[in-house]
């Protein structure tokens, strides 16, 4: 298939992009909710096993191959513990110091890592346009990043200790993400890949929020349940589906252009129901969020299609 074929604004890609936008912009409310009695790693953990439970049972129902072989294993760890222990439990843990405006801003952030490890360990060829693009959407970040600076009342160490463990999460998300741009896992079914690593993740999770917190809590609040219900199947299993997919399309960079939006999404959704008001500084960082956003993926595609549509 040809890059003109394959591109971003071919259906296969351009549609579960936009899902995963739109998903992942929401989540950043229910997130916010699921802080409370519950200690944030056994929410994590409640999140992965749905998340997980339900990708088994997609694979199963599709009938792709459960059976991965050690070197599958190998491949799912690797990428399942930074993906779904380290970057969630620090996402998580980030939002106790800093608001979850502030956590989505900063992961827009996340196509800086994704570009260069991209480059560094894949060879991904990076474009001038691509890299113009880049650095006005960046642009577009620094000043959403200064409004929600100036709009909380936060003590400075809490939100120097918040904006560090984003970074790790940010980190964190990276590395998993340019793996699936490997030619090994590009090889191998997201469906049967993601079901394992979201288990690994699982086993993590449940493993932290037990040494740090102790056994399970439980929460009656059935708002608490439907919001975890929604992050588990479809913010992680449905959405997690689509991105790794998008990414073996068209790589780590481009793909994490999903999160430059998400903050934007996430903006829109609290202007409906948490009264939120655009500032100047917002409006003008998601016009050059967007105006580079387009700029950066009209460039040529850094990888092959993927070998299989999973």
Same mark, same amino acid.
């Given at each position: +298939? ?39 790693? $056994? ?44 970057? #969630? ?19 827009? !952030? ?41 709009? &909380? ?18 980190? %964190? ?11 090994? !896992? ?11 690593? +979201? ?8 493993? #932290? ?15 608490? $349940? ?12 449905? %959405? #997690? ?25 996430? +903006? ?24 580079? !956003?387009?700029? %950066? ?5 850094? &990888?092959?299609?993927?070998?299989? %549509?999973?």
């Amino acid at each position: +298939m040809s890059e003109g074929q394959s591109g971003i604004l071919q259906p296969r890609v351009l549609i579960p992009f936009a899902v995963i936008t739109l998903i992942w912009g929401s989540t950043w409310i229910v997130i916010k909710d699921q802080i409370g009695s519950v200690p944030p790693p $056994w929410s994590v953990t409640y999140r992965f096993t749905i998340a997980a439970t339900m990708m088994f049972a997609y694979a199963a129902w599709k009938g792709f191959p459960l059976r991965i072989g050690r070197r599958g294993h190998v491949l799912a760890l690797a990428f399942g513990i930074p993906q779904f222990f380290i970057n #969630f439990n620090f996402v998580y843990a980030a939002e106790h110091y800093i608001t979850s405006g502030l956590v989505a801003v900063l992961f827009a !952030l996340l196509l800086v890592p994704n570009t260069a490890f991209g480059w560094l360990f894949l060879k991904h060829r990076i474009t001038r346009r691509f890299l113009v693009g880049s650095v006005i959407a960046t642009i577009g970040v620094v000043l959403l990043f200064v409004q929600e600076i100036r709009a &909380t009342s936060l003590a400075p160490e809490a939100v120097l200790i918040g904006i560090g463990f984003t970074v790790i999460a940010i980190l %964190a998300a990276s590395v998993a993400n340019v793996m699936q741009a490997s030619e090994d !896992l590009r090889a191998r079914p997201i469906a049967s890949m993601l079901a394992w690593g +979201m288990a690994y993740g699982v086993i993590a999770d449940a493993l #932290f929020a037990f040494a740090t917190h102790g056994p399970p809590v439980v929460e009656t609040r059935p708002g608490y $349940w439907l919001g975890l219900l929604y992050l588990g199947v479809v913010a992680s299993a449905l %959405a #997690f589906t689509f991105y790794f997919g998008v990414i073996r399309a068209i790589g780590p960079g481009k793909a994490a252009y999903s999160g430059l939006l998400v903050p934007i999404i996430a +903006m829109t959704f609290s202007t409906v129901f948490e009264d939120y008001h655009w500032s100047t500084l917002a409006v003008a960082g998601g016009l050059l969020a967007l105006l580079g !956003l387009f700029i %950066a993926l009209q460039s040529s595609k850094p &990888t092959p299609p993927s070998s299989e %549509a999973g």
